[in-house]
């Protein structure tokens, strides 16, 4: 006998439960499960539906947001840098005020830029360089320009305000898969009690027949190999003595 195949993609999920659902809805003279169960499959259908549709919502909108999320790094990124590459030429040509011991342990570099590779670093040394350049000219020194310590206030800012909203992101969708993770086994649950319902509610004169209208509700049924062709020979049989019956 070939045996059930359960759903595995959420498309799947989604044809399996309108296939019996389109039962209901033609109004069949009888169908091969019980009110109870049509009750169920409504409640069951919507709920999947509507967690799907709101998983999807959230990796989309996740997806979405990355490549701003990348831009506002590469921003902050370079205006750091540029920032930092004025300073220490500035530093180097002795025009700044008390050098560079304002900005904690810049000097420690020799005179090259720290590392700006990931997200904490561009923020770390973008706090150092502004809160370094306050310091700095409350103790007389000159403002240094292009860029100004207040557009790279404004791009490390921009990319903090961006990596917040990415992580909240985040969240929204890892939460949202929580949830389908343990809908879809709920789900798969419920389609393989609705049906050993529906194999069970169906006459038939033979198998073949069974199958076939059990199909018709949304059953999956998959053959081993060599079993179709087995299965073939005794249908064959089977049809021939309802024939000569």
Known sequence: MPYRRLPTTDKARMRALNAALGKVIKNERKLAFSNHSVEQLQNVKNNFENHLTQYELDTRLQAENIKDYKEAFDRAKMYVSHFTQVLLFASERGEINGGIKFYEDLASFEGKVPPLNTEEEVLKWGKIMVEGEQKRMQNGGSAIYNPSIALVKFKVQELHDAS??????????????????????????????????????????????????????????????????????????????????
């Open 164 to 245: 917040v909203f990415q992580q909240t992101l985040k969240r929204n969708t890892l939460r949202s898969f929580e949830k389908m993770q343990n809908l879809r086994k709920t789900t798969n649950d419920f389609i393989s009690k609705l049906w050993t319902e529906i194999e069970e509610g169906i006459e038939a004169e033979s198998p073949k027949v069974k199958r076939q209208l059990a199909q018709e509700y949304g059953i999956v049924y998959v053959f081993r190999r060599n079993e179709k062709k087995k299965m073939n020979a005794e249908e064959m049989q089977t049809d021939l003595l309802f024939e000569f019956a």
